[in-house]
């Protein structure tokens, strides 16, 4: 694999299940996140992890949370869907999280929840 | 608060030139992104700015004044694949993102 891959690429899902998207990135990057677009939005930042081991609150973590066990994974685990949480989920790398750094981004999930 | 503010929706005809604007009020700056995404797909880096001025690269440039909080993205000889939404973020104080909702620039033949 080259960049960033995510999976699943889209999902229907009842409310109060749990659901894990998996973010998986090759290029050896140090800082990786999780974005939701919503329509009429701008992305807005769910959690970070400026390395492993580490992660951060973004601006939207309620409901979500997430692990950094390694360098190449960044899994983003909703606890108890609501409908809320209907929109499309983008997992993001860069090499540092200096000011310099490009995010590459992933194809992105399209997750429903009913 | 934080807020980045762009056109939502523009038009332009293929072959012409188009600028799209970017105003910004950010806690801090650490430099201002442009990304291009086209519908269902990922949103792709096309240009940095973080001193004032213009930015070219090939038929696509980005000037920034941070005096004004303003930036704009200037594409020439447009093309139909630059149909496309066109996103500003600036980076806060504390090196994350702050998106705008993103200018969706239809191209008519």
């Known amino acids: 694999i080259a960049g960033i891959t995510q999976a699943p690429t889209s999902q229907i899902l009842a409310a109060g299940r749990r659901m894990t998207l998996r973010c998986t990135q090759d290029m050896r990057h140090n800082a990786m996140y999780w974005y939701r677009q919503d329509l009429g939005l701008g992305l807005r930042l769910i959690h970070y992890s400026n390395t492993a081991g580490t992660t951060g609150k973004g601006e939207v973590p309620d409901g979500y949370s997430v692990s950094r066990a390694n360098t190449d994974d960044f899994p983003l685990t909703l606890a108890s869907a609501v409908p809320s949480q209907t929109s499309v989920y983008f997992c993001?790398?860069?090499?540092?999280?200096?000011?310099?750094?490009?995010?590459?981004f992933g194809p992105g999930t399209r997750l429903t929840v009913l | 608060g934080q807020n980045i503010d762009q056109p939502t929706e523009m038009t332009a005809t293929e072959g012409a030139i188009v600028q799209i604007n970017c105003t910004y009020q950010?806690?801090?700056?650490?430099?201002l992104f442009w990304y291009q995404q086209h519908a269902g797909e990922a949103p792709t880096f096309l240009s940095y700015n973080v001193l004032d001025g213009l930015e070219e690269k090939g038929r696509f440039s980005s000037f920034l004044s941070r005096s004004k909080g303003y930036s704009y993205l200037l594409l020439k000889e447009l093309q139909m694949k630059d149909s496309a939404s066109y996103l500003c973020?600036?980076?806060?104080?504390?090196?994350?993102?702050?998106w705008g909702a993103g200018t969706k620039l239809i191209i008519k033949p």
């Open positions: 973020a600036v980076m806060d104080s504390n090196y994350q993102l702050i």
């Open positions: 993001a790398s860069s090499g540092t999280s200096a000011s310099t750094d490009t995010q590459y």
């Open positions: 950010t806690s801090g700056f650490n430099g």
